[in-house]
């Protein structure tokens, strides 16, 4: 009897998973773009375009290798809308009730496939280079999962950036160097783009009928949709980005968004490239000398170390990760994560830019959306699903953890050992936003006071029981008390008064 061979989205890998025990000759390729995953969340127009565009170009790579493959395009007659629906449909076609998959990186697939009357054999991923039961035998009986000593568990598991038992250059990690801030250049290379071809034309066409009224639009579009262009991209970022991403990786610059960044992370993510190619291009171009130690480590870090490290604390923690609140955070998402329309010239920026290119990079997330969000108290699950709808790379396995723990810090500690929390010092360091700003960045108070300085110092205060003891806090609140007692007043009282006008929907 012949098997359904379900290959998802976020699976085009050739050799890898269920295809890599596939019967080319007996079995039956399924992929489908169905509406349950267009519109769980809401999501950007250009990620929808890349997934389907991709999905249609690996299927037919497929069929010409000689696999029996049934496509179901998103605007067939006989299109399910889901993926349940359409395995059923091509079982009772093929009169079987076996399937193979690769197993989901996300929790409500796994459950969907649970749920169906049919006898659904799931296989590893074995992209990724940590497995699940790696990860869980690291994890046992740790007070803290530290992705710090994760990732010396993997550069020693793995062997990359290693000079025997011992790190390359003497040292784990070259953090020290890679907080740099970055001037416009106007001879910093762009990423490489990708002209349409006919199959992306056809879905364009598409997702501008469909899905118009989603944040974000459709063009210009210019991202890889087949492995071919990602690997360009690769080989691209290694050449002309990567001996200055380190340095610079923590910089933010108005009208720049991607400065020297990968954006490789929706080919990563969709199985276009492997964990283990593009750590070993970086490892090769530092081994040829042609990129320094700090970018070298820096980046591998991002691959080897964030990423793996984020999936397996998905996979541990279950599903309801994603339900944590552990601050107790209940604030609406402001409606200028969607419009721009603020006068913080910094989330504005990021907004904004989001819109444009369905990207921003890990610091733009981290520390100016991701930073206002916490110090504010937007409600977690809101912060969570708007990344997940907004950026190409976001699926909820990896951008969960890096939302609702990271970011948010939500999960209590978990992830973090610390909120990443900020005033705007920070920012005004690493980026040239507070120079157009409405607001200042010099002002503690005031009508014109940066509201990241004064959210910083109510968030202190009002999570004071759960962080004053915190060693890597401690300081902040020994600054805090040293204050005035009517300064510390005021900078509350204005907080408060920009948190009235903000639950008012009033532009700040």
């Known amino acids: 009897m012949s098997r359904l061979v379900l290959v998802l989205g976020d699976q085009l890998t050739r050799g890898a998973g ?5 019967d080319k000759g007996r079995d039956l390729v399924v992929m489908a773009e169905v509406m349950d995953e267009a519109t769980y969340v809401r999501h950007h127009p250009k990620k929808i375009i890349l997934v389907l565009s991709a ?13 029996r493959v049934a496509y179901t395009k998103l605007d067939a007659e006989a299109n399910t809308g889901s993926l349940s629906g359409e395995l059923l449909r091509r079982a009772e076609a093929e009169a079987t009730d076996r399937v193979l998959v690769t197993q989901p990186g996300e929790w409500r697939l796994r459950q969907a496939l649970d749920d169906l009357p049919l006898k659904v054999e799931v296989v590893p991923d074995d992209r990724f280079l940590c497995p699940p039961e790696v990860f869980a035998d690291w994890a046992k009986g740790r007070k803290a999962m530290r992705m710090e000593h994760f990732y010396r568990m993997m550069r020693r598991r793995t062997g990359y950036l290693m000079a025997g038992d011992d790190p390359a250059g003497g040292k784990w990690n070259f953090d020290h160097d890679n907080r740099k801030p970055a001037r416009d250049d106007l001879l910093r290379a762009v990423p490489l783009k990708h002209d349409h071809c006919e199959v992306t034309r056809e879905v364009v066409a598409l997702v501008k009928e469909r899905f118009g009224d989603h944040f974000g639009a459709p063009e210009p579009f210019w991202f890889a949709t087949d492995r071919k262009g990602a690997r360009a991209c690769l080989q691209d970022f290694v050449r002309n980005h990567l001996p200055d991403f380190g340095t610079y990786q923590d910089a933010m610059l108005a009208g720049d968004p991607f400065l020297h960044h990968a954006l490789i992370a929706p080919y990563l993510n969709l199985g276009l490239l492997t964990p283990a190619e593009v750590c070993d291009a970086a490892q090769a171009a530092h081994d040829a000398g042609d990129v320094p130690i700090n970018s070298a480590e820096g980046f591998i870090r991002q691959i080897l170390g964030w990423r793996e490290y984020v999936r397996g604390i998905y996979d541990l923690h279950g599903p309801g990760y994603v339900d944590q609140n552990a601050l107790g955070h209940k604030r609406a998402l402001p409606g200028f994560y969607w419009d721009g329309e603020t006068d913080m010239a910094c989330v504005k920026a990021v907004v904004d830019e989001t819109r444009e290119h369905a990207y921003a990079h890990h610091i733009q997330r981290l520390m100016i959306t991701g930073n206002f969000a916490l110090l504010a108290g937007v409600d977690p699950a809101q912060v969570h699903d708007w990344y997940l709808s907004v950026y190409a790379d976001a699926y909820e396995w990896v951008e969960a953890p890096n939302t609702i723990g990271m970011s948010q810090f939500a999960d209590g500690g978990v992830l973090a050992s ?17 120079g157009t700003c409405a607001y200042s960045v010099k002002d503690k108070t005031g009508d014109r006071a940066c509201p990241f300085n ?19 806090m401690a300081q902040m609140y020994r600054t805090w008390d040293r204050m005035d007692t009517e300064r510390r007043k005021t900078v509350l009282c204005e907080a408060d008064n920009f948190l009235r006008r903000l639950a008012a929907s009033g532009r700040v």
């Open 55 to 67: 999905m249609r170009k690996f299927a037919a790579a497929l069929e010409g290798d000689g696999w």
């Open 454 to 472: 004064l959210l910083y110092w109510h968030f202190l205060e009002r999570h004071r029981d759960r962080f004053e003891r915190n060693p890597r």
């Open 418 to 434: 610390k909120p990443y929390a900020s005033s705007g010092a920070y920012i005004d360091r690493m980026s040239d936003y507070c």
């Open 18 to 22: 269920a295809l890599a025990r596939a």
